[in-house]
Each structure stands twice: as structure tokens, then as C-alpha cells.
């Protein structure tokens, strides 16, 4: 089942520009991570916030995170073309103090983000 | 280091054949994900191991769908018989669970490139 719904569904801006897409979900978390998809690619990690931390940067890219509200926005500075792509969050719920393995991935369906140059 | 693996890269089958698509997950890894992902379902998670058992296939649509993960290096999906709504493409994705700081396991996850199944 989806526990993130991404939107926008759909993002076209010019070169040079800042993106926002934004995500919410439905359950508790442990970490949100957000991946992107080039067309017939597989997913590329971007950047993870834990459910403790309220923004995070990388490079171009800051995340926040919203407990409260069950949401996380990405933003990406100065676009570039190469940033054109699928941007997908991502959940998960386990909490590994007791070291059990790893949890599987909930994806949201994503923002599809153009850049015009 | 090569990524995940995965073959074959495009499968085309008629309904009712068997499907099995391979999984080589990045070495050292011990933890490994299938995810299929449609256009009206989006990225849907199958089924997942750490260590090679399998945790919880909770995401496995029918009976028809199998994983299996005989050692650390390979993991299996099969299909059988396959349908035309089974058509997607299928991801493998795996992660090192014991790699944290402190008690935080970050859990990310590297894909491979996905097998693109067509079932007529």
C-alpha cells in the first residue's frame, strides 16, 4: 500500500529555478529518504532525514520534516537540466536498537519534474 | 564496486509461462528488497530477506509469485503461471543493515537498473 502521496504529480519550471515537491504519509516513521528515477532507470538515494531531525541539506538539495503534520517537502535549488526526473519519498518503521535487519520501503508515487532549459 | 545486478534487463512472455527473474545484490550487503513498480500502483515492495530469510513477503500479490534467496550473492522471483496484469517492471535493491551509527541504521537501499516484464 502507498503510505506517501507526493505532490505535486507534476512540476515544470525554467533552468536556474528552485523546485519544491512535497510528501506526506500516513504512519509513524523512522527515517524518510527521498530517490530519484531517471526514465528506465532504477532509484538513486538522495537524502534521508531521520524522524528526529527537522531539515537536512545536501549539496543543492534540503529536505524538512514534519512530524506533526506526517509530512516532508524537497527542495532543489538552482535546477538544472540534469535534474530533470521522478522524485519518490520513502518510509520505513523500523527502529533497529535491537539490531533486526532491515525494513522494507513504503514509496509515494512520486513528483514528475521537468526542467526547461 | 558494481551495482546490483539484475537479468534479464526486458523480458516479453505469453500468459501462462514462467517467469524467474535474478537478483545480485552488492557484495557485503545482507539485506535484499523486490519492488514492482506500475503506473497505476506506483512502487509496490513484494517481498524482502535479511540474511537470505525471508521477513515478510506480505507484499506478494498471489500464489502465483515466489522468492527465493539460497545464498548472500543471488536472490530469485518467479512467476508462474504469469498473467498480462503481472507486466511491470521489477526491482531488486539491497542495503547493509548492520552498517549505523550508534543505534541509527539509516537503511538506504541501492537499486538495480530493474527487469521490464511483459506478459502478453
Known amino acids: 500500500s502507498q503510505q506517501g502521496e507526493e505532490d505535486p504529480q507534476a512540476l515544470s519550471i525554467q533552468e536556474g529555478e528552485n523546485a519544491t515537491m512535497n510528501c506526506s504519509y500516513k504512519?509513524?516513521?523512522?527515517?524518510l529518504q527521498w530517490y530519484r528515477q531517471n526514465s528506465g532507470r532504477g532509484l538513486v538515494h538522495l537524502i534521508l532525514i531521520r524522524s528526529n531531525e527537522r531539515e537536512k541539506h545536501s549539496g543543492r538539495l534540503r529536505v524538512t520534516l514534519d512530524t506533526s503534520k506526517k509530512s516532508s517537502s524537497l527542495l532543489i535549488t538552482a535546477s538544472r537540466a540534469a535534474d530533470t526526473a521522478s522524485y519518490f519519498c520513502a518510509t520505513d518503521s523500523t527502529f533497529m536498537y535491537s539490531g533486526g535487519g532491515a525494513d522494507g520501503l513504503t514509496f509515494g508515487k512520486g513528483t514528475h519534474l521537468i526542467i526547461q532549459p | 564496486d558494481a551495482g546490483v545486478i539484475q537479468s534479464p534487463r526486458h523480458e516479453v512472455t505469453e500468459m501462462g509461462q514462467e517467469v524467474t527473474l535474478r537478483c545480485k545484490p552488492i557484495?557485503?550487503?545482507?539485506?535484499l528488497f523486490w519492488y514492482r513498480q506500475t503506473m497505476m500502483r506506483g512502487l509496490e515492495l513484494l517481498i524482502y530477506f535479511n540474511n537470505n530469510v525471508p521477513i515478510d513477503d506480505s507484499g506478494m500479490p498471489e500464489d502465483r509469485f515466489s522468492a527465493k534467496m539460497p545464498n548472500a550473492s543471488f536472490s530469485t522471483l518467479k512467476i508462474q503461471p504469469s498473467e498480462p496484469r503481472d507486466s511491470a517492471v521489477y526491482f531488486c535493491?539491497?542495503?547493509?543493515?548492520?552498517?549505523?551509527?550508534?543505534?541509527?541504521?539509516?537503511?538506504?537501499?541501492?537499486f538495480g537498473p530493474g527487469t521490464r516484464l511483459t506478459v502478453l
Open positions: 535493491a539491497s542495503t547493509d543493515w548492520t552498517s549505523r551509527e550508534g543505534d541509527t541504521f539509516y537503511n538506504e537501499q541501492f
Open positions: 504512519t509513524s516513521i523512522n527515517n
Open positions: 557484495s557485503g550487503h545482507n539485506s
